[in-house]
């Protein structure tokens, strides 16, 4: 229980940061060699879910503005979902059964953190109303590109921004809002399996992984929307280099 509690708290910081999740989520397990039910898929599903609640409360205002007024926007976000929910569909079982391993992950914290640190270079002006159905599909390819551990979703979603001219909190808030449905389709996938009982799963334990990534997703958002006001992506590039390294570091102390 308490494994489940801590890993509900990484997923709950992590899939905001930009340092990737999914790299956690493996790791953790990985590095602390936690077996059984906190180390498998099904296990993701409930963190996942409590992340969707905690977008759902952070951006319910965008939502109901996006289907009352301003449609556009939610016109640009179905747009941009496109990419990632047909490559999700069509690779996922490729991607759980062989993208997840601590080699590819370390590949992927570093040309990620590249991809972070050079798009700080960019000059950043646009704000999220001049979205354009270009910028919707290149962000939404990016977002593609993070079904691969270790590149993280918001971490590609916001270079793409960055790259596309926009400013660091707009970029980030399009990310937030764009992975809501690509979330929401994640768990609903998964959530399938589990109600045909082709999948095995312990109520408790999920329950409280779902508690705990609710609650620290929620705060993790909130302290990101602020950060970016201010700050670059530079940090997280550094702790991606960082993780990177003790990644590798742990792959040679097992051999």
């Known amino acids: 229980m308490i494994e489940a509690f801590i890993l509900g708290i990484v997923q709950g910081l992590t899939e905001f940061l930009p340092v990737s999740s999914t790299a956690h989520l493996i790791l953790f397990p990985w590095f602390f060699k936690w077996g059984g039910d906190l180390n498998t898929l ?40 496109v990419p990632a929910g047909g490559v999700g569909f069509f690779l996922n079982d490729f991607v759980e059964e062989s993208l997840r391993t601590p080699y590819i992950i370390s590949v992927a914290l570093v040309l990620g953190g590249i991809v972070m640190f050079l798009s700080e270079k960019m ?13 919707a599909v290149v962000i939404g390819i990016s977002q593609a590109i993070a079904l691969v551990p270790g590149v993280s979703r918001s971490g590609i979603t916001i270079s793409a921004g960055l790259f596309r001219g926009f400013d660091r909190s ?43 990534s609710a609650v620290t997703g929620f705060a993790a958002i909130k302290f990101l929307m602020n950060f970016f006001r201010k700050y670059s992506l530079n940090a997280f590039v550094y702790y991606r280099f960082f993780l990177a390294a003790v990644i590798i570091a742990g792959i040679w102390l097992k051999i």
């Open 170 to 212: 707009s970029s980030a808030r399009f990310s937030f809002l764009l992975s809501t449905p690509i979330i929401a389709g994640a768990v609903l996938l998964h959530a399938g399996k589990m109600m045909t009982g082709t999948l095995h799963y312990d109520f408790s334990l999920f329950m409280t992984g779902f508690a705990a």
């Open 123 to 135: 000059f950043k002006h646009r704000s999220i109303e001049n979205l354009s159905p270009p910028d």
């Open 42 to 81: 099904t296990f993701d599903v409930a963190l996942h879910a409590g992340t969707l609640v905690a977008l759902i409360l952070c951006f319910w205002r965008d939502w109901i503005e996006m289907l009352m007024h301003k449609r556009r926007l939610l016109y640009l976000i179905i747009l941009a979902s």
